[in-house]
């Protein structure tokens, strides 16, 4: 299976690619053939790359290595443009749209605008089933709550647990021996 690549075209006829998401700089491919292209001789001045089989050079509008990593930044910002962020304790953190699930009940999380601002919305309940438990995170105000038009979290879980800043975890059950 291909590993997931980053990439966009610009207006010279180039194809960047970020091989991983934390490389330094994007690699250059012919948009025209899909083959890479050559370097220049001094790629730190000229601006410039090479196809093999094109028989113009790809002129870029900075020093070819400079290009490489303002292309690997230009990639990297077209993915955080597409990240949701919600701040936790002063730390914009990624939330993706998630969802787990096993054979009877199913638990999704995502971020919602609320008049209150952002808040992270985890959506739990029987599959197949329209009224879920809804928990909601309001991490600007320190803040937890529960929708109570709908079902109670008591009717849907039977344990929670709890991951703390040092790693440690506990957790609570409706048993005793649960916990």
């Known amino acids: 299976m291909v590993e997931q690549k980053f990439h966009i075209i610009d207006d010279s006829g180039i194809k960047w690619w970020l091989e991983e998401y934390v490389s ?5 491919y012919c948009a025209k053939h899909h083959l890479p292209l050559r370097y220049p001789a ?38 955080i443009a597409k990240l949701e962020v919600i701040n936790y304790n002063g730390e914009l953190l990624p939330v993706a749209k998630t969802s787990t699930k096993n054979n009877e009940y199913g638990v999704t999380a995502q971020i ?26 309001d991490t600007e105000n320190g803040k937890l709550s529960f929708d109570h038009k709908d079902l109670k979290p008591t009717e849907i879980f039977a344990k929670i647990e709890a991951t703390f800043i040092d790693g440690s975890k506990m957790s609570i059950g409706k048993n005793a021996n649960e916990a």
């Open 24 to 28: 330094k700089s994007a690699a250059p």
């Open 42 to 79: 001094n790629p730190s001045i000229h601006r410039y790359f090479f196809c093999p089989d094109c028989t113009d050079p790809k002129s870029v509008d900075k020093a070819a290595l400079t290009q490489m990593i303002y292309a690997a930044d230009k990639i990297r910002a077209k993915v």
């Open 112 to 137: 919602m605008e609320s008049k209150h601002g952002k808040q992270l919305v985890i959506y739990a309940g029987k599959k197949g089933v329209h009224n879920k438990a809804q928990i909601f995170v």
